[in-house]
C-alpha cells in the first residue's frame, strides 16, 4: 500500500501502535522513527548513540519502548519514549538490547539482552524488577525474541541457545 522511506540502513524492526494510526520503526542508521499510516509522513524521528534493535508500543499507545545495540561486545540501552513528540522518559543501559515487550497490562517492560538475560523494569519509572538468567552461555546466545501472555504472568523468549 505505501512505502515509508527515511531510513539510511538497515531497517531492523516495526510495531503498529494498538490504534493503527501510527508505525514505529527502528534502523541501523541509530534512528527511531514514527510514521502516521494515513498518508506516510513522519511525525517525529529520534537519534541514539547505537543501533535500533527492537521497537514495541505500551497497550494504551501513549508510549514506545526501543532496544539499541550493535552486533559484538558493546553496550546498548532501554529507553522509553512518549508517543506523541518523542520524548525519553527513561534510559537503562547495559549489553546490547536485541527484544523488546510490554506486558499486555502496560506496567512491566521486558528487556532480552546479548548477554544471555532477559530483564524486567517498571513502565513508569523504568526501576529493574528483575533479571531472568535462564538462557546458556552458547556462541550464539543472545536473546532475540520475547513474548508476555495476555493475563501479563509469563514471559517467553527466544535465544541463539536453541
Known sequence: ???????????????????????????????????RVSDGAQKWSWTSDIALRAVAFSPDGLTLVSGSGNVGPTAGAVQLLRTSDGAVLWTRT??????????????????GSQDQTVRLW???????????????????????????SPDS????????DR
Open 153 to 160: 504472568q509469563y514471559i517467553a523468549s527466544g535465544s541463539g
Open 94 to 111: 547495559g549489553r546490547a538490547v536485541y527484544a523488546v515487550a510490554f506486558s499486555p497490562d502496560g506496567r512491566t517492560v521486558a528487556s
Open 1 to 35: 500500500v505505501r512505502t515509508l522511506t527515511g531510513h539510511s540502513s538497515y531497517v531492523f524492526a516495526v510495531a503498529f501502535s494498538p490504534d493503527s494510526q501510527y508505525i514505529a520503526s527502528g534502523s541501523g542508521d541509530r534512528t527511531l522513527r514514527l510514521w
Open 122 to 148: 517498571s513502565a513508569s519509572d523504568g526501576t529493574e524488577l528483575r533479571t531472568l538468567t535462564a538462557h546458556s552461555d552458547y556462541v550464539y546466545d543472545d536473546v532475540w525474541a520475547l513474548a508476555f
